[in-house]
Structures are given as C-alpha cells and as structure tokens.
C-alpha cells in the first residue's frame, strides 16, 4: 500500500502520523517483500464465446493483450490508441458504430503486469453480428490505415488535456503519484506529458501491429436469452 500525501504540509511531521497510523515501524514492516506472480501468455489463437444473457439488450466485448508500465514506449503508444480509438465524439469507434450502438467503451489501464485493451459496445440483439464485424475492422484499421500525422497530433493534445485536468487538485496529484509509485516508480506521473509526446507515428503502428493482432483476440458475446437479474442490467456510460 502506498499512502501520498500532496499539498502545503509539513512532510516531516506527515511522515511521522503515518507510520503511528499504520505502523510502518512495527512487525508489518518486517514482513517478507510480495513477489509477483509470473505474467499470464497472451492467447494465440482467437477465443471466442456466446453467453445467453439476463439482459434486454446485447454486449459485444473484444479484448486484446496490452504491455505493462515497463514497455516503452509501447505504454505511451497505446494510451493513444485507445484515445483514438474511443474519443467521444471524434474517435474512430464512435464514428463507425453511429446509430448501431447503445454505449460504446475502449479502455486500457497501465499495469505492472501486461495487461488488457478491451472494447465494450452495448446494442440491439439484431445487431450484434454487425456490431463485433464494425469493431474488429476498427481494430485492424489502426495497423491497415494507420492514424496520419494530424490525426495522431489531435490525439496526443486530447490525451494531454484528460490528464492535465485529473491533476488540476491536489487529490489529482496525490492519486497519480500513489497510482504510479505502486505499479512502478511516482516519477512515471510527473514525466507522463513527455513521455506522450515523445511517441512518433511509427512507434504507435508498430505497437498497433505487436498487440491488435486478431489472432490473440478474445471475443464475449451476451445475447439476451437468460435469467432475469435481481439487478437492473447494466449500462455503458459514454458522458465521460
């Protein structure tokens, strides 16, 4: 656990009520250092599964494997493609799936380990087929029709202006420093914008082509047919 502490305080005096909170001077922190589990294999070959679903509408996800906070710049390169691929209301999903999709979300989050890019499109059962084809033809545009330089700028200034405002407050800050101490080192926070901008267009293709390849794509469908839930059923939320 990583405790951050940001604003006009007085760090030695901070210092000295966490570790009377947590007891960072007593047995706990004697205790042996975590060792991570190996990282899982992509899959090498598409997976694909139909679920009957307690819903009134269908789901299509597709996931593809993503680097982890030490591979750069394939890190950055792939913050960016997701932008690209999800930027309400200009990205290439939104664009291709108007008026087909109910909600539609690609998200990738930055992991010690490999981690995972995933789509996430919400629709009417008849179009679910139509749906999964449009996504995967998205996926494999980003390498067959690569972002141009104008589009790839866009990106990388929308991106900039995302993070620039989640570090506006002090909770912003503490959160990025504490996120990024955890996974890797806080440093990561405070270079990010460089390490963004430092990405060229060749970089962000060859990461499109390392990661996005169909064959270690992994599909959910839910297709209502199901159980109705205790819950209502959930929703994709785009207003962000």
Same mark, same amino acid.
């Given at each position: 656990?990583?405790?951050?502490?940001?604003?006009?305080?007085?760090?030695?005096?901070?210092?000295?009520?966490?570790?009377?909170?947590?007891?960072?001077?007593?047995?706990?922190?004697?205790?042996?250092?975590?060792?991570?589990?190996?990282?899982?294999?992509?899959?090498?070959?598409?997976?694909?599964?139909?679920?009957?679903?307690?819903?009134?509408?269908?789901?299509?996800?597709?996931?593809?494997?993503?680097?982890?906070?030490?591979?750069?710049?394939?890190?950055?390169?792939?913050?960016?493609?997701?932008?690209? %691929? *999800? +930027?309400?209301?200009? @990205?290439?999903?939104?664009?291709? /799936?108007?008026?087909?999709?109910?909600?539609?979300?690609?998200? &990738?989050?930055?992991?010690?380990?490999?981690?995972?890019?995933?789509?996430?499109?919400?629709?009417?059962?008849?179009?679910?087929?139509?749906?999964?084809?449009?996504?995967?033809?998205?996926?494999?545009?980003?390498?067959?029709?690569?972002?141009?330089?104008?589009?790839?700028?866009?990106?990388?200034?929308?991106?900039?202006?995302?993070?620039? %405002? *989640? +570090?506006?407050?002090? @909770?912003?800050?503490?959160?990025? /420093?504490?996120?990024?101490?955890?996974?890797?080192?806080?440093? &990561?926070?405070?270079?990010?914008?460089?390490?963004?901008?430092?990405?060229?267009?060749?970089?962000?293709?060859?990461?499109?082509?390392?990661?996005?390849?169909?064959?270690?794509?992994?599909?959910?469908?839910?297709?209502?047919?199901?159980?109705?839930?205790?819950?209502?059923?959930?929703?994709?939320?785009?207003?962000?």
């Amino acid at each position: 656990m990583t405790v951050v502490v940001a604003g006009d305080v007085n760090p030695a005096a901070v210092e000295k009520q966490v570790r009377k909170a947590f007891g960072a001077d007593g047995p706990a922190s004697k205790a042996a250092p975590f060792t991570p589990p190996a990282p899982e294999k992509a899959c090498q070959t598409p997976r694909r599964e139909v679920i009957p679903a307690p819903f009134t509408t269908g789901f299509v996800g597709v996931s593809f494997p993503a680097p982890a906070v030490s591979d750069q710049p394939d890190v950055y390169a792939m913050d960016l493609l997701v932008t690209l %691929l *999800e +930027n309400n209301p200009y @990205g290439r999903l939104p664009e291709a /799936l108007k008026g087909k999709v109910g909600g539609i979300q690609a998200s &990738f989050t930055t992991r010690r380990q490999p981690g995972l890019l995933t789509v996430v499109a919400q629709c009417d059962p008849a179009l679910i087929d139509q749906v999964e084809k449009a996504v995967k033809d998205e996926m494999r545009r980003l390498v067959t029709s690569p972002p141009t330089d104008a589009e790839l700028e866009f990106t990388r200034r929308q991106l900039a202006g995302h993070y620039a %405002l *989640e +570090n506006e407050t002090f @909770g912003g800050q503490a959160n990025s /420093l504490g996120f990024y101490a955890s996974i890797d080192r806080w440093q &990561f926070a405070v270079g990010y914008l460089d390490g963004i901008r430092k990405v060229t267009r060749d970089q962000v293709i060859a990461t499109a082509k390392k990661y996005l390849d169909p064959a270690q794509s992994c599909t959910i469908i839910l297709r209502p047919g199901g159980t109705r839930p205790p819950n209502p059923q959930p929703r994709i939320d785009t207003s962000t």
